[in-house]
């Protein structure tokens, strides 16, 4: 067998459903050929063949490149005195009635060049991917015009060339009402429909249409209506759906067979039911839930008993999620929903790609599959879910190129394990 790069003496946590627990090789090998894992499994079953280059790991953990599916990586400017404003108290809704939240960053990513956003995403992306993420999702929704919404969206294209990640985009037009439209609202959701989404696509600037559905958003009939606008353009759906209340977002999201349903804490048992029926994935988002101080956790115990694969996300943000790391994300995922650190795992690798339509890439380490790929320095899996800040990556791949991690002088030397 012919192979551009084999990789050994290795333990691999393949994330290949069934059998052993993080479908675990513990001595095991790969072969990359053309950016593609073409063999895997334990080296001693290891094939004859031909590699160019071989990269030995002295036993460290191999897992599937990390997968960050719900992010709102390019935005302009921060909001952390509305992060003081909570802790003194006001509420996020008040926040956002008041002319804050979403529409702030509005104000602040409209008044930028797409060459600033660029540069200020890149700078949040390098947290993630020294957390060993190797695909990242971006949303657009800070723009809320025609020439905001492409801004952001050319970014996000633009992080996927040359961020050195895999980079989907959403178009999230229906985020927020921007503040031109505040007494016409129904205008505002024809030009999000009919001019923002069509041009976007277009350009081929989109590869899943996004909403987000609250009474202090949009309702379900105006949801429905950009939904079907992407059915017609043969766009995938997502949804921001049932995050402060129970607004039946889980059901609409199953009725248009959406990718995902994220947020999802007060989901109801009926909504949850109908994603199962149709294969939505629940994307959790414990960053969120942690920065906004809520007590309402997501029906984790209702998605096991029906089957709802579960996801984690940063939903790296200025205002609710100012999270940038995926560890991070696992480890909350574990403290404050009660996640195994097999489901964390799970939730950043084989049903993070689910929740992006991408599972015949990534996700897995197996056969078939691109050969993105973090290596990490632990002892064993949980370790990613259980420390919180520690830099654990020794190296990624992505398309079977390896990258460093960016620790800066000294720090991937550290030992947490006191070897």
């Not at 999620?321 to 929903?337: D, E, G, I, K």
């Amino acid at each position: 067998m012919e192979a551009d790069l084999l990789i050994t003496d290795c333990k691999l946590a393949t994330m290949i459903e069934g059998g052993a627990a993080y479908g675990a090789i513990e001595d095991g090998a790969l072969l990359i050929k053309g950016g593609r894992i073409v063999w895997v499994g334990a080296r001693a079953d290891l094939p004859a063949h031909t590699a160019t280059n071989t990269d030995k790991f002295d036993g460290r953990w191999v897992t599937p490149g990390l997968i960050d599916c719900h992010t709102h990586l390019v935005f302009g400017g921060d909001r952390s005195g509305e992060f003081e404003q909570r802790l003194e108290g006001v509420s996020y809704e008040e926040i956002a009635r008041s002319g804050g939240g979403i529409v702030s960053s509005v104000r602040a990513t409209r008044e930028e060049t797409e060459e600033q956003l660029f540069a200020s995403a890149l700078k949040r992306l390098q947290g993630l991917k020294d957390t060993g993420v190797t695909t990242v999702e971006i949303k657009s929704g800070y723009g809320l015009d025609l020439d905001s919404e492409l801004k952001m969206l050319r970014v996000a294209r633009r992080i996927g060339r040359e961020g050195g990640v895999r980079a989907r985009t959403s178009y999230l037009g229906l985020h927020a009402l921007p503040p031109e439209h505040k007494a016409d609202r129904a205008a505002y959701v024809d030009k999000a429909v009919d001019e923002i989404l069509p041009a976007a696509h277009s350009e081929g600037l989109v590869d899943a249409v996004d909403a987000y559905c609250e009474p202090i958003a949009f309702s379900v009939d105006e949801v429905s209506r950009l939904f079907d606008k992407a059915k017609a353009l043969r766009l995938p759906v997502k949804l921001h759906a049932d995050q402060l209340s129970d607004s039946d977002g889980a059901a609409l999201a199953a009725r248009y067979g959406a990718l995902s349903a994220d947020h999802i804490e007060y989901s109801n048992e009926a909504g949850i039911a109908a994603m199962a029926k149709v294969g939505s994935v629940g994307v959790l988002l414990p960053g969120a839930f942690l920065m906004l101080r809520e007590t309402k956790a997501p029906p984790v115990d209702l998605m096991r008993r029906y089957g709802v694969p579960m996801a984690l996300a940063t939903d790296c943000n200025p205002g609710t999620s100012p999270v940038a790391s995926m560890t991070a994300t696992m480890n909350l995922a574990c403290v404050q929903f009660r996640l195994t650190p097999e489901e964390a795992l799970t939730g950043a690798t084989r049903n993070a790609a689910r929740a992006l339509g991408m599972q015949d890439d990534v996700g897995t380490i197996e056969e078939g599959k691109l050969a993105d790929l973090a290596v990490w320095d632990i002892r064993r899996p949980a370790e990613l879910s259980y420390w919180l800040g520690a830099p654990l990556l020794h190296a990624t791949y992505v398309n079977g190129t390896r990258r460093q991690p960016d620790w800066g002088a000294g720090g991937a030397d550290i030992d947490f394990q006191g070897r």
